[in-house]
């Protein structure tokens, strides 16, 4: 049986007690060899290893994992690219693509990167004080953006046609 949603928390492991094993604490009595651990692409090895032994994007992978445990067809994934360096934010965002695609799953993001969002999304909603101030297709709001406040944050985007001009 599917649940409907699941979560990919921007912090993880914050919370797991230092004591027991990771693996454990998340799949109580799975194998190591479980399709959660095994399609966030770690080493079965790594469940026995204690929560503070992994990087930042091994946390975020566990975090998938975690996500993945409840078969959903529905994940929220909050600022799950940040604090994570460029080459680990692209690893990162491929996977979850290839889950996307393997698991037919519908992703959420929310993030303050819009790169990240131009990469991974194909509907977007631009937000300012908790309101809405424009949605639409990506294509649209990263092209022809109609809000001031979204022509605001697509001008102060990183471009590197802009490189060495001030």
């Known amino acids: 049986m599917r649940r409907c949603i699941s979560h990919i928390p921007s912090q993880d492991l914050e ?31 790594d469940a026995n290893k204690m929560p503070n032994a992994f990087s930042g994007g091994e946390r975020q992978r566990i975090g ?26 692209a690893d990162l965002l491929n996977l979850l693509k290839d889950l996307q695609e393997q698991l037919s ?22 937000m300012k004080d908790g309101k809405v101030v424009e949605a639409g297709d990506n294509e649209a709001i990263f092209t022809q953006p109609q809000a001031q406040y979204t022509q605001s944050l697509l001008e102060a985007m990183p471009r590197f046609d802009r490189v060495g001009s001030v």
């Open 15 to 45: 919370d797991i007690d230092g004591i027991k094993s990771l693996f454990s604490f998340m799949y109580p009595g799975k194998c190591a060899g479980s399709l959660e651990f095994t399609a966030t692409r770690m080493p079965s090895t």
């Open 105 to 126: 799953l519908t992703l959420l993001f929310v993030s303050h990167d819009l790169a990240v969002i131009r990469q991974m999304c194909d509907r977007v909603i631009v």
């Open 64 to 89: 998938i994992a975690r996500a993945l445990a409840y078969r959903p067809e529905f994940i929220f994934c909050d600022e799950p690219t940040s604090a994570l360096d460029v080459s680990v934010q």
